[in-house]
């Protein structure tokens, strides 16, 4: 059995945190979004547009590099 590597974890729990930032920036929203057709107002007076899809995509990129930095060959 593979060692957690370090970097893995690293790149893991970056690829949570903007995993998390896509999911209140955005998935929750979302409906509100295509209703209004670019930006929506949430209840704290934040205003949240289509480009907090942005983050979903980074967090992918960091998953993708800690499964490389865990799995990938050295």
Known sequence: MRRIRIRAIFLGFAA?????????????WRD???VSQSSCVT???SNVTDGGMVWGVIALGF???ALIAQFGRR
């Open 63 to 65: 998953l993708a590099a």
């Open 16 to 28: 949570v945190f903007f995993g998390f930032v896509f999911y209140t920036r955005y998935w929750i």
């Open 43 to 45: 209840l704290d007076g």
């Open 32 to 34: 509100c979004i295509a």
